[in-house]
C-alpha cells in the first residue's frame, strides 16, 4: 500500500531557501499528473498541474518537473514562505473506460522555519 | 461563485450506525468522486457519479453508497458504521468525468465512529 501512516516523510526548509518534493508514479499509462496543497483541517487545493507530453512547467513561485522514463515528479517551490507549511501530494491519472480516475501517492509534510 | 461545499463538516457517530454526507459541486461541474483521507494518508478514491449514476468505484464495500440529484448535488452514505471508517470525507467536483481538466475540492466532512 502506499500509506505511511502517521509518519508522513518531512521536508524542513528555511524561509526563503527553495524547496523540492519528490513524488514517484505508479502507472506508466497516466497522462496527467497534479500537485495539491493541504493546509491542516482542509481540503485538497489545486497548485499546478502537467500533461504527459511536457517535462516542465511553470507556475508563480512554483515549477513541476516530470520525467517519465523513472515515473517521477518533482515540485519546486522558489522562495519558500510560511504560508507554505502543508502537506503536499502529486496525483496521478489515468483513463479508465472513459472515464478519468485520480490516485494519490504518498504525502510530504513541509515545515518551514521562520 | 461558490466552489465546492460539504455538509456537515463533523460529525461523531456509534459503530453499526448509518451516516448520510451531503457536497454540493462547484457551479458548472456536473461531476462529483468522494474520497476518504484516513489520518495521515493520501486521500483513497471512493467513487464517481455523472449523469446520476455511478461510473468509477474504488476499492470500498457495499456499505459505501451514493447518490447524484438532477441539480448535480451528491450523497455518500455508510451503513454498518466500523471503528476505521472514522476519516475525513473529501468531496471533489469537475466538468465531464472524461474532460481535460482538474477537479476541485471541498473543505470535508470530518466523522469519527466511537
Known amino acids: 500500500g502506499e500509506s505511511v501512516g502517521l509518519h508522513l516523510p518531512t521536508l524542513s526548509v528555511q524561509e526563503g531557501d527553495n524547496s523540492i518534493i519528490n513524488c514517484a508514479y505508479s502507472?506508466?499509462?497516466?497522462?496527467?499528473f497534479i500537485w495539491y496543497k493541504q493546509e491542516s483541517g482542509k481540503g485538497p487545493q489545486f497548485i499546478i498541474d502537467i500533461r504527459s507530453n511536457m517535462d516542465k512547467r511553470q507556475g508563480q513561485r512554483v515549477t513541476v518537473l516530470l520525467n517519465k522514463t523513472v515515473k517521477h515528479l518533482s515540485l519546486q517551490i522558489a522562495a519558500t514562505q510560511p504560508g507554505d507549511s502543508a502537506v503536499y501530494f502529486c496525483?496521478?491519472?489515468?483513463?479508465?473506460?472513459?472515464?478519468?480516475?485520480?490516485?494519490f501517492g504518498i504525502g510530504t509534510k513541509l515545515q518551514v522555519i521562520p | 461563485d461558490a466552489g465546492v461545499t460539504q455538509s456537515p463538516t463533523h460529525l461523531i457517530k456509534t459503530r453499526g450506525q448509518q451516516v448520510t454526507l451531503r457536497c454540493s459541486p462547484k457551479s458548472g461541474h456536473d461531476t462529483v468522486s468522494w474520497y476518504q483521507q484516513a489520518l495521515g494518508q493520501g486521500p483513497q478514491f471512493i467513487f464517481q457519479?455523472?449523469?446520476?449514476?455511478?461510473?468509477q468505484r474504488g476499492n470500498f464495500p457495499d456499505r459505501f453508497s451514493g447518490h447524484q440529484f438532477p441539480n448535480y448535488s451528491s450523497e455518500l452514505n455508510v451503513n454498518a458504521l466500523l471503528l476505521g471508517d472514522s476519516a475525513l470525507y473529501l468531496c471533489?467536483?469537475?466538468?465531464?468525468?472524461?474532460?481535460?481538466?482538474?477537479?476541485?475540492f471541498g473543505p470535508g466532512t470530518r466523522l469519527l465512529v466511537l
Open positions: 457519479y455523472y449523469e446520476e449514476e455511478e461510473r
Open positions: 502507472n506508466s499509462a497516466s497522462d496527467y
Open positions: 471533489a467536483s469537475s466538468f465531464r468525468p472524461d474532460y481535460q481538466e482538474t477537479q476541485y
Open positions: 496525483a496521478e491519472r489515468t483513463n479508465s473506460g472513459g472515464y478519468q480516475k485520480v490516485t
